[in-house]
């Protein structure tokens, strides 16, 4: 049985309807903090799985999913993920991330469960030396947010070495669009990403900076598909089964898109003009981030198939439905 961590959030929903889709048997864990549970039950509809609601802070809520489930693998989602607030507030970010997966590792030591997924970020580089961004790059975080990540990284290394858990670490760069069917989608409570934002019609949209040293003057990032990117998820699984090592690959589209070159696309695809304001830096953003995903097409055989354009599309389909 396959644990998702952080199964009722964005990404991992996602994830828990490519392997429902599989006929994998999964247990999904999450606090709804920030995950919803009518994302969990529109999961139900789809396919047959247990939901347990817990907080991986509380090891009490970890030993008792452990010990209830035969687990034999973690993908593991849960943790939070807002730069900025990560930088007004990094105890809150280190307790929860690094604090709750040392608890999510130290009952996996206790019930000998030896496969780990992880969902990581380019934010663990900071700004590029070179692009694009390969594994190999320097670690330089910018943000408390892209620093949890990191140490969790060294601590999967740890537990490799002492305790032979093996990991994938899934470095993500920019994710983006919505399950194509219009089921499930991105649903944040305060919402800062850049698509969700550029959609919402009930707020003008900021620009977080336009002097910045890009084409254009705002940031340039590297958008992935959420579909696109869950598979990445099923071939680590595969590949943690097959050949029992630890690595870690950087899933990207390995095109960079500046935000307002997004924006414009979004306009098209919604077909009338949306107001927007240049507001200053975001404190914690990188200029530019950009994958080089060579390894993961490589290594795990994963491709990226979907356009910036398709992950628009279906984040308004979802905004639509959803708003
Ligand atoms: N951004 C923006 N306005 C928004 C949200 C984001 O200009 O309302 C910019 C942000 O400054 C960054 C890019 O869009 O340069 C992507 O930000 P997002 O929060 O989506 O992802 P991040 O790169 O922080 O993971």
């Known amino acids: 049985m396959i644990l998702i961590t952080g199964g009722a959030g964005y990404i991992g929903s996602h994830c828990a309807l490519e ?34 609601q817990g907080d991986l802070k509380n090891i009490n809520d970890v030993e008792k999913l452990f010990k209830n489930y035969k687990i034999d693998t973690v993908i593991h989602f849960a943790g939070y993920i807002q730069v900025e607030e990560s930088v007004k507030n990094p105890q809150k970010y280190f307790e929860n991330n690094v604090g709750g997966t040392l608890n999510l590792l130290n009952s996996m030591v206790k019930y000998g469960v ?37 140490e969790i990284e060294k601590q999967l290394a740890e537990y490799d070495e002492k305790y ?24 944040h409570e305060p919402e800062t990403h850049l698509i969700p934002n550029i959609l919402n019609n009930k707020q003008t949209f900021k620009i977080f900076g336009n002097d910045y040293d890009t084409k254009d003057g705002t940031c340039v990032r590297d958008y992935v598909n959420v579909e696109d990117l ?9 590949y943690l089964k097959k050949e029992n090592k630890s690595d870690c690959f950087n899933l ?17 695809i ?54």
């Not at 934010?123 to 694009?132: F, N, R």
């Not at 961004?133 to 670690?139: F, Q, T, V």
């Not at 869950?230 to 595969?238: F, G, N, R, T």
């Not at 990207?252 to 098209?268: H, L, M, Q, R, T």
């Open 19 to 52: 392997f429902l889709n599989a006929d994998e048997k999964i247990v999904i864990f999450d606090s709804l903090e920030n995950g919803h549970i009518e994302t969990i039950n529109a999961l139900k509809k789809i396919g047959n799985f247990d939901f347990v």
């Open 114 to 150: 030896k496969k780990i997924v992880f969902s990581s970020t380019c934010a663990i580089y900071g700004e590029p030396e070179y692009i694009p961004l390969d594994e190999n790059h320097k670690k330089n975080p910018v943000n408390p947010y892209g620093e949890t990540k990191l």
């Open 164 to 187: 032979g858990i093996k990991s994938i670490c899934l470095r993500y760069f920019n994710v983006a669009g919505a399950d194509s069917e219009t089921r499930i989608g991105e649903w």
């Open 230 to 238: 869950v598979k990445a998820h099923k071939l680590a699984c595969e």
């Open 252 to 268: 990207g589209s390995e095109k960079g898109y500046s935000v307002k070159e997004v924006f414009d696309c979004a306009e098209k």
């Open 270 to 323: 919604i077909g009338r003009k949306i107001d927007y304001e240049i507001m200053p830096r975001r404190e914690g953003d990188a200029v530019i981030l950009l994958a080089n995903s060579t390894k993961a097409k490589k290594i795990l055989g994963w491709n990226n198939e979907k356009t910036l354009e398709e992950s628009i599309k279906t984040a308004y389909l979802w905004y639509n439905y959803h708003s």
